[in-house]
């Protein structure tokens, strides 16, 4: 008589085995996939010198904070003011950090926004103000309900 494989005795069990080990390996693949570092995580865009210098023409006015409610029952703080263009060159974009502070000074919340963008090809021009909004729902509760700083953070020159 014949000696029998493990093959022979059970067929499922090598089955279901095969089965695992595929799905382990597709699985370990796709983690791999989805969460490795390929070295071209996005860089902060700082100003250039150029934009470091075309700084001191951007002029933030008027600038208010408002709180509301939303129909969801949460609080949405919105920042609304104008940027004006007092220098001579028109621009594609302009971003800002806000700057949110807890009552110690700490920084709770350091957020990157744009507040100009070209529309429809047309610039930021020389001599033009805009108005913006800016809405935050997601402030920390430890904020100091104070006003946050504002620094202008990229200027892309059109």
């Excluded at 570092?37 to 860089?43: C, I, L, V």
């Excluded at 104008?82 to 950090?97: C, M, P, Q």
């Amino acid at each position: 008589m014949a000696a029998k494989t493990f093959a022979d005795q059970s067929p499922n069990l090598v089955l279901v085995a095969v089965i695992a080990i595929i799905v382990i390996s597709a699985g370990g693949l796709g983690y791999w996939f989805l969460l490795r570092d390929t070295g071209t995580a996005p860089q902060a865009v700082t100003l250039t010198p150029e934009a470091k210098q075309y700084v001191r023409h951007l002029e933030l006015s008027d600038f208010e904070m408002k709180a509301a409610e939303s129909y969801m029952k949460q609080t949405i703080v919105e920042i609304v003011g104008k940027i004006s263009n007092k220098g001579d060159r028109t621009l594609a974009l302009v971003e800002i950090n806000c700057v949110f502070y807890d009552p110690y000074g700490q920084v709770v919340l350091r957020e990157r926004v744009p507040i100009v963008r070209s529309r429809g090809g047309k610039g930021f021009e020389p001599g033009e103000t805009r108005e913006f909004r800016l809405p935050f729902d997601s402030l920390p509760q430890s904020w100091n309900q104070g006003r946050p700083q504002l620094v202008i953070a990229r200027i892309e020159f059109k």
